[in-house]
């Protein structure tokens, strides 16, 4: 008997049933996952980024990955499409996409960091962790707490209940002191030209509300007008003060009223106009005289609300108009 021969053979029989062993054991061996994305930067205006689960060989079962949001994001900046990431028997990938929701908040560069949960039936090797950068796409360039996609006026501080412009207060926008002949000077609409009665003045409001009940419009000689009770005028809105008649159409939407006294009595060769409050103070001037050339059209604000007066109808944007009553230069509201 060779006891050496038979003690090797006895040691080759014991690894080879070791390995055997070993090697059914390794199926049991639980699979890798790996989270990617398809992109790290995430747009505000409602954009997505996909998130990818990827294991190391194909799930024998289905298989459902937990994760965790967190970083400086709150959870009203984006949504997801699912809670969790599910991968189907059989395949290596599942995904969800995150979606960033559009605010009006200026918040700058925030974080969305998206991690694996402890969780039964996989392995977590490699990246475990990834991070979206969600761009911020709000600006304010004039500081004013109105973002530039809401602001009327972008490039100059303004109020916020005027869109982000600044208030311009109250003034006169429009005078007619000498209306054109025939059906050409009808500036109030009634079908009849008088030279009184088409005469107007344009006041407009850019705010706040004003109240201009006992207010009066004076000429160089008395008052031609006082403000009944009730009158008042909003932020952005318009009055037109005609001498007379009927005034007919909807005049932008302003507000139209006739003289009280009968008249305004602009005279051609020059006159002064003055609108004073309830209790007397000079509120607005309107001098006649520099423009008294007797241009038979009004006399317009070239831009509205903020030019100089310049005869009505020399203006591109009047289209040849005569006058606009209530409204801008080309017709339109303001």
């Not at 994760?67 to 990938?93: C, R, W």
């Not at 475990?128 to 996609?149: K, M, P, R, Y």
């Amino acid at each position: 008997m060779n006891i050496s021969n038979d003690f090797f053979r006895l040691i080759i029989l014991l690894t080879l049933a070791t390995l055997t062993l070993i090697s059914c054991e390794t199926e049991d061996i639980l699979p890798a996952v790996e989270l990617t994305l398809d992109t790290t930067n995430l747009g505000e205006n409602s954009q997505s980024v996909l998130l990818t689960a990827e294991l190391n060989s194909s799930a024998i079962e289905n298989i459902t990955i937990p994760v965790i949001f967190s970083g400086t994001a709150s959870s009203s900046d984006y949504t997801t499409s699912a809670p969790n990431i599910l991968i189907s028997e059989g395949s290596k990938t599942g995904s969800l996409t995150v979606s960033s929701t559009q605010d009006q908040a200026i918040e700058g560069e925030e974080t969305i960091v998206i991690s694996i949960a402890n969780a039964a039936g996989f392995l977590v090797l490699g990246m475990n962790e990834v991070t979206i950068s969600l761009q911020d796409d709000d600006s304010d360039s004039d500081g004013d707490g109105i973002l530039d996609a809401n602001d009327n006026c972008p490039n100059e501080a303004g109020e916020i209940d005027n869109n982000g412009c600044p208030w311009l207060g109250f003034l006169i926008n429009e005078v007619l002191y000498d209306p054109a002949s025939g059906n050409a000077g009808d500036a109030n609409g009634d079908g009849t030209r008088g030279a009184q009665d088409d005469e107007f003045i344009e006041f407009f409001n850019s705010g706040p509300e004003l109240d201009l009940s006992g207010y009066t419009v004076s000429d160089a000689a008395q008052i031609r007008h006082t403000f009944p009770d009730g009158t008042i005028l909003q932020p952005n809105n318009v009055l037109v003060l005609f001498g007379g008649g009927t005034p007919t159409g909807s005049f932008g939407g302003a507000i139209v009223q006739t003289a009280s006294e009968g008249l305004l009595n602009m005279n051609n060769s020059g006159d002064f106009m003055t609108l004073k409050d309830a209790s007397g103070a000079v509120v607005l001037t309107f001098d006649v005289e520099p423009l008294s050339n007797n241009p038979d059209e009004a006399y317009s604000r070239n831009p509205d609300l903020t030019g100089e007066f310049i005869q009505h109808s020399t203006i591109l944007e009047a289209n040849g108009a005569l006058f606009s009553p209530g409204t801008k230069l080309d017709g339109s509201s303001f």
